[in-house]
């Protein structure tokens, strides 16, 4: 089970959100709006996006990083490697 498991209806619910501002950008751009104005809410989007990154991230180590340390210290390590190279990801990006 994911570690988000406990909150899945609350990420389901951000995304539709994010989803809703990603065709509103879709509608501005349609209509011409001013640059600046476009530009502004791709970044409401974009800190939105990195938002639930981190909950996730959070979630991932609190809960499937966390589980797999108490079952073995290898299967810990793997996680937390997976763990970094998902947090490398988000940083490049």
Request: some cysteine.
């Amino acid at each position: 089970m994911p570690g988000y498991a406990g909150t899945k209806d609350d990420y389901a619910k951000r995304m539709r959100r994010i989803e809703g501002q990603v065709r509103g950008i879709a509608r501005m751009i349609d209509e011409d709006t001013y640059c600046i104005d476009v530009l502004t809410q791709v970044a409401a989007v974009t800190k939105a996006l990195q938002a639930v990154s981190l909950g996730l991230v959070e979630d991932h180590l609190s809960h499937c990083v966390v589980d797999a340390a108490r079952t073995s210290p290898e299967d810990g390590q793997i996680k937390v490697r997976e763990a970094a190279d998902a947090i490398a990801r988000l940083v490049r990006s």
